[in-house]
């Protein structure tokens, strides 16, 4: 019973909500006719001023799009004006026959109570409580200094003035207006902060992130799990506590990086106890890189492909064949040159080593900032994160001119980043991956992940309607910024396999605030990387594949 009540439709509530505010909104609209005025004193009981029916049809309006993401804060609002109501008619400030109406919303309003189960956010009321407290304050001390109102009168008068109710002010012939102006901008910044979402959690601290660690190398978790150990994602467990799945919140979206890390039969647990957090929190769920496997543990949330991740299998891997011709030759090339190369662990790295690759890394990126989210981990060559790999290339005289970094996960290793000096010879990137791949088959690994080609399938065809080819277009105009198209042909010469990968959501209506926290997730500046202690290495695995 109680659960069906939780999960009442409040479309209705919020429709008679968003109608009242119609209604309330009439007064403030210049040539208005009779009947529209005499309906919207049904609903007000009383004549408003234009400032004030503004202003409060705009906190309707406000408040009834709170019910539909069924905010309790909206709730109480409604409440709220509804008991004010109640009260004007039983002190005589209003008509008697209005009663019956406002008790019987009252009693919808009760028996509704259970559907709005996202609570406002402690700092939301804080900042809510502090927002109404400054712009008293200091409409008080300003209209007494500069409005020219009485100190033994200025807190009755200010009020009636910052309710924009447009009663008369003792005091400047301007006052009213820019009280009931400043009145009105804090009632809705009020409104807002409360209907907000919660703010972003704080990342999950060494104890958590160990934990994952551990769910990282679990032979269930793919080639995406070791992502979930960026130290800027908070974290959310099954309940038997064999999966996790990290997240960040974005613009009230928490971004799930993949799918749930560790144990198979407990990721339906983990995506249920983040989808159920996601209820309470307010926030709009996303998943970046879904794999399809998982999608029906999802729901009824929506998805679509929108790439494939770029998957070798060292067992199937060879040079040999007239399709591997190009990168024969782009590895045969870094011979000729001299390149040497070779394969560590990253917490084998020496000072001295770090030191160069990192000027590597700088140069490669020319002075830009490191960037990514769903396949891009931080921390690089800091040895923090367990299991990673570095394959390093130097030149004829020692000096190293490119390195690539994979992390490791249960299913495989994935390539995390790939950095060369500019004038490095050409083929560098070939030969490592090369390297790589050889290196994983010797150990037992099953697949290499590369990276990720988006949009592949309209990559990959010739035959595009229009709506194909103007995005073909757009993304090979783009390439210079965001490497989409070019990314995808350097992948295709090492013809490997691909795996679907999907972007999951709550609601076409997300889509706006979906696509600006994607794209400043992957687009926006990492974090630059701290010092701090190494993760364990999870008990039972050793730190190479």
Not at 109 to 132: E, M, N, S, Y
Not at 220 to 241: C, N, Q, W
Not at 283 to 312: C, I, K, N, Q, T
Request: charged letters at 20%.
């Amino acid at each position: 019973m109680a659960a069906a009540r939780a999960a009442a439709p409040v479309w209705p509530l919020a429709l008679g909500t968003a109608a009242v505010a119609v209604l309330v909104a009439v007064p403030a609209l210049a040539g208005a006719p009779a009947w529209a005025l005499r309906t919207s004193l049904l609903v007000t009981g009383r004549p408003l001023s234009s400032a004030h029916a503004f202003v409060l049809a705009l906190a309707l309006a406000l408040v009834a799009r709170g019910v539909l993401l069924r905010r309790r804060a909206a709730w109480y609002g409604l409440a709220a004006l509804v008991a004010m109501g109640v009260l004007a008619v039983l002190t005589g400030e209003d008509d008697p026959w209005r009663l019956p109406l406002l008790a019987a919303a009252l009693g919808v309003l009760w028996a509704l109570r259970p559907a709005f189960r996202v609570g406002p956010h402690p700092d939301r009321v804080r900042a809510a409580v502090r927002t109404g407290a400054f712009v008293v304050l200091a409409t008080v001390l300003a209209s007494v200094l500069f409005g020219g109102v009485s100190i033994p009168s200025a807190v009755p008068e200010v009020a009636a003035g910052l309710g924009a109710t447009g009663a008369p002010v003792d005091g400047a012939h301007w006052l009213s207006e820019v009280l009931a102006v400043v009145g009105g901008a804090g009632l809705l910044v009020m409104v807002v902060t409360l209907l907000a979402a919660d703010p972003p959690p704080p990342p999950g601290d060494e104890a958590e992130r160990r934990r994952v660690a551990g769910l990282v190398a679990h032979p269930g978790s793919d080639t995406l799990a070791p992502f979930a150990l960026r130290r800027d994602k908070s974290y959310v467990f099954s309940p038997d506590g064999g999966a996790a799945i990290g997240y960040r919140v974005l613009f009230g979206v928490a971004v799930a990086g993949g799918d749930p890390v560790g144990d198979l039969a407990s990721r339906g647990g983990a995506v249920r106890e983040f989808l159920a957090l996601c209820r309470r929190t307010g926030w709009r769920p996303a998943v970046l890189g879904a794999g399809e496997d998982l999608l029906p543990e999802w729901g009824p949330l929506r998805s679509f492909g929108f790439g494939d991740e770029v998957l070798v299998r060292p067992a199937e891997f060879a040079l040999s064949g007239r399709r591997m011709r190009n990168v024969r030759q782009a590895v045969q090339r870094t011979r000729n040159a001299g390149v040497s190369t070779e394969v560590l662990p990253e917490r084998e790295l020496t000072p001295d080593l770090r030191a160069r690759l990192l000027e590597v890394a700088s140069a490669s990126l020319d002075g830009a900032a490191e960037r990514g989210f769903s396949m891009n981990l931080d921390e690089l060559l800091t040895g923090h994160h367990p299991g990673t790999l570095v394959a390093v290339a130097y030149d004829a005289g020692g000096a190293p001119i490119a390195f690539q970094r994979y992390v490791t996960a249960g299913e495989g290793i994935s390539l995390d980043a790939m950095r060369r000096l500019p004038g490095g010879p050409n083929g560098v990137n070939e030969r490592l991956i090369v390297e790589m791949v050889g290196y994983a088959g010797k150990q037992g690994v099953d697949v290499v992940s590369l990276n990720f080609a988006a949009f592949r399938a309209l990559l990959d065809t010739t035959e595009r309607t229009f709506a194909e080819r103007l995005g073909h277009r757009a993304l090979h105009l783009l390439d210079p910024w965001i490497a989409v198209e070019s990314l995808y042909l350097f992948d295709r010469k090492f013809r490997p396999r691909y795996r679907p990968r999907a972007i999951v959501f709550r609601s076409w209506l997300d889509l706006g605030w979906l696509a600006a926290a994607l794209l400043t997730l992957e687009f926006g500046r990492a974090r630059p990387a701290a010092a701090r202690a190494p993760l364990p290495a999870p008990v039972g695995r050793p730190e190479r594949p």
